[in-house]
């Protein structure tokens, strides 16, 4: 973008007034001055940060050809790969009692939270925004989309506990933006940048009385309502260590793969280069003496052992699993640990895991919460709808044999017909998943409805015996 975009106080002219004006000049200058850390810590994420060299020890040569790591991506997905969205469920036990399942469906709402939640993790937070589709369009008739934090700006009402309001920016060019859409409590506002440079605005009336967006938050304090980004400070510094761990290792492996020869009494200036670099990787080297008549006498001198660097990636990759809860041995596997110990390694990562399925499903239920209302016509959430919560796969993944053992035992529960064995709750706890859930009580139900109806034929089987069996004696016996 231009450097004139980025001047303080380049807010757009909408032609808003008042609080709405103020509120949008708020969003915007907090999306402008967030957005190049949110682009760095995007960038970390993608392994396509730049090497940060103190211009010591490695050759210029060398410094473009420096290894990509996906570190900071793997501590990302560290806890969202644990994170799955299954559905939702509700205190009445009905399976879809709001008519959700064609608004998840139409907005293919599972596959895109997981993508939210990957941003949520990227950026400290990510919202996802509910309003009317366009049905002539092809659009859902409800509309719910995931927005990054990097296109986006909030402000949070801490006396309501809800946004105060929205900024989403849909479209930029070399300029700035050239698409936005702003909420309100009361409106919902579409900004378009015209040829000219004007801004041509639309409005639609918010029949919600809130700010139809919820927000997918990762860490949240009192302080800091939008959460921190697992991309910490930590976490980046030590992959930039690590870069340059990898390229001096790559630059020693000229010196340790071939040994070194020094001859001392030879004319220097056979040897003597431009590039500083020349006395340093040249394999013959010398050095001169004061006695002229002394003959030229060579020397081998062995090469650096790699493993200084190999012992120091190591230790960077232990300080990065620390600070990102991952198992040590993803950074030393060369003792191997018990099931026990690797469970009790991945306890932390599991904590955490869970506190973000708390938010992170509170946003999910907010968005659902919205979308019925908005379908609806509802001015409030309703008791029931209140009771609506989202449904996540347990985080902590256990062994195949300790599933095994889990589903023998659960087996013999559901043979002897237990109430706790036959029921979702007992169903989910067994690690279930909600797809697997709704299989069996088909199945059931099914096997059930077969049980009933040959009980059924059995007993007019029995009547229709019972009837036949007098018509059958003869007259002699028939009272």
């Not at 036990?93 to 709001?98: A, H, L, T, W």
């Not at 004007?198 to 860490?219: F, I, T």
């Amino acid at each position: 973008m231009s450097a004139s975009f980025y001047h303080a106080g380049s807010i757009p002219n909408v032609g808003l007034e008042g609080s709405e004006h103020d509120l949008f000049a708020k969003l915007f200058a907090t999306w402008e001055s967030k957005r190049r850390r949110n682009l760095l810590r995007t960038v970390y994420y993608e392994g396509k940060n730049a090497l940060k060299d103190f211009g010591i020890a490695v050759p210029p040569q060398m410094q473009r050809a420096f290894t990509p790591l996906q570190e900071i991506a793997k501590g990302v997905h560290a806890m969202t790969d644990r994170s799955v969205l299954e559905g939702f469920v509700s205190p009445a036990g009905r399976d879809d009692p709001f008519g959700l399942a064609e608004t998840l469906d139409e907005n293919d709402f599972i596959s895109e939270f997981d993508l939210a939640t990957t941003s949520s993790a990227i950026h400290a937070c990510a919202f996802l925004t509910v309003s009317h589709g366009d049905v002539a369009a092809g659009e859902p008739e409800l509309l719910v989309l995931p927005r990054a934090a990097d296109s986006s700006a909030a402000t949070w009402d801490t006396r309501r506990r809800k946004l105060g309001g929205f900024l989403s920016v849909t479209e930029t060019d070399q300029t700035g933006p050239t698409e936005m859409v702003f909420y309100t409590w009361d409106k919902v506002y579409a900004f378009s940048k015209q040829p000219s440079g004007r801004w041509k605005s639309a409005v639609v009336a918010n029949p919600l009385g809130e700010v139809s967006v919820s927000r997918l938050v990762l860490q949240p304090e009192l302080n800091r309502p939008f959460g921190h980004s697992r991309i910490s400070r930590t976490a980046m510094g030590l992959t930039d260590a690590m870069i340059r761990t990898l390229l001096r290792a790559e630059v020693s492996a000229e010196f340790y793969s071939a040994d070194k020869y020094w001859l001392f009494g030879a004319d220097v200036s056979k040897f003597i280069g431009d590039d500083k670099w020349s006395a340093v990787m040249g394999r013959m080297n010398a050095i001169d003496v004061d006695n002229p008549e002394q003959k030229p006498d060579i020397h081998r001198f062995q090469g650096a052992s790699p493993q200084p660097h190999t012992e120091q990636l190591r230790m960077l990759k232990s300080l990065f699993a620390d600070d990102q809860q991952l198992e040590v041995r993803w950074a030393d596997a060369s003792n191997p640990s018990s099931a026990d110990a690797i469970y009790a390694a991945k306890e932390e990562l599991i904590m955490k895991t869970r506190t973000a399925n708390r938010t992170w499903g509170r946003g999910a239920v907010k968005a659902m919460q919205l979308a019925v209302r908005l379908r609806d016509g509802l001015g409030s959430v309703s008791t029931e709808l209140r009771g609506l919560q989202a449904q996540f796969t347990d985080p902590a993944i256990v062994s195949p044999s300790a599933r095994a053992d889990a589903f023998s035992k659960l087996a013999a529960a559901i043979k002897d017909d237990s109430p706790f064995a036959m029921s979702e709750v007992g169903l989910e706890y067994a690690g279930l998943t909600r797809d697997q859930i709704m299989r069996f009580k088909v199945d059931e139900q099914r096997r059930r409805a077969g049980s009933r109806i040959s009980e059924l034929v059995e007993a007019a089987k029995s009547v229709r015996q019972d009837a036949e069996q007098p018509a059958s004696q003869p007259a002699s016996q028939r009272p």
